[in-house]
């Protein structure tokens, strides 16, 4: 999906929840200054391979809204840590961070692995090792530019819906960004072992089995982050 397509697509469903006060917005408008600040950083030639780098953030995007169609049209089609995420956002006493932190858990520890093994299995065995660290290079570099998008979306975003966090911002100055910085690097750490090792797996039984594997630890966090909505989990 072209990049104004996926940024007029977000726009509208924003715009959508915000008039039905659906919490799902909280997520997507944070992902669409994400999505931004992507934008921004690619044009202006912050990573090793800026084209590959665009392609990513796209194709990424596209996880998110066929899980969401899936979702709309029957909930159980739906990815179920993804359908966690959606569930909480009906939930009055999940707020604004749980229903954030839920979102990008899903996006992050179950679509990025997929959206990185698409990307990349077509061209990891071809790749010498040094352009093998590009990628990884590129990747990492994100982790910059969420950093730099937190604090915008502490202000514009959560404080409005959960004012407790003007508070907590005050109180503890830039450690709450770093913390959630810090947590964010981890996750996305994990999910770059966690594609490797889906690309250097040939058996098919196996590479079913991993991503399962890798569902349930994002489903577990998300369960942690304080919802559990799931029906079987």
């Known amino acids: 999906m072209p990049h104004d397509a996926v940024v007029a697509q977000m726009q509208s469903l924003i715009q959508k929840w915000e008039e039905l006060a659906d919490q799902r917005s909280i997520f997507l408008r944070c992902y669409m200054m994400m999505t931004h600040n992507m934008r921004d950083a690619v044009q202006q030639d912050e990573f090793r391979d800026p084209g590959w780098v665009d392609h990513l953030v796209d194709h990424f995007a596209g996880y998110y809204f066929v899980a969401l169609e899936a979702y709309e049209q029957n909930p159980a089609a739906a990815p179920p840590v993804w359908q966690l995420a959606h569930q909480a956002a009906r939930d009055p006493q999940v707020v604004a961070l749980q229903n954030l932190l839920l979102g990008v858990n899903a996006h992050i520890n179950y679509d990025l692995v997929l959206t990185l093994v698409d990307m990349l299995k077509p061209e990891w065995g071809k790749l010498t090792d040094s352009q093998q660290d590009d990628r990884y290079v590129d990747y990492c570099h994100v982790n910059e530019v969420i950093g730099c998008t937190i604090d915008a979306v502490q202000d514009q975003v959560l404080e409005p819906a959960m004012p407790v966090m003007d508070l907590i911002d005050r109180l503890c100055g830039s450690l709450d960004e770093r913390l959630i910085s810090s947590l964010l690097a ?45 029906e079987g989990n």
């Open 186 to 230: 981890n996750w996305r750490e994990n999910v770059w072992s966690n594609a490797v090792r889906l690309l250097e797996t040939a058996e098919a039984v196996t590479y079913a089995s991993l991503v399962d594997e890798m569902e349930q630890d994002a489903i577990r966090i998300g369960e942690a982050i304080g919802f559990r909505g799931v």
